[in-house]
């Protein structure tokens, strides 16, 4: 059985269920209180659409 940082349910973004999920190691890299400018992108923009679990 997979984690569940790596299994999005229907309806949900992967980028963004994996950064809520599992984000210690999915920010590892940035400062503390730094943004996730990936995290930061989907807030702004949205998903693509290709990133949602069908």
């Given at each position: 059985?997979?984690?569940k940082?790596?299994?999005p349910p229907r309806g949900e973004c992967r980028q963004c269920w994996h950064h809520a999920h599992a984000s210690r190691e999915a920010h590892k890299h940035?400062?503390?209180r730094e943004d996730c400018p990936?995290?930061?992108d989907h807030m702004v923009n949205g998903h693509?659409?290709?990133m949602i679990v069908r």
């Open positions: 059985m997979r984690d940082a790596s299994n940035l400062a503390p990936a995290c930061v693509p659409d290709r």
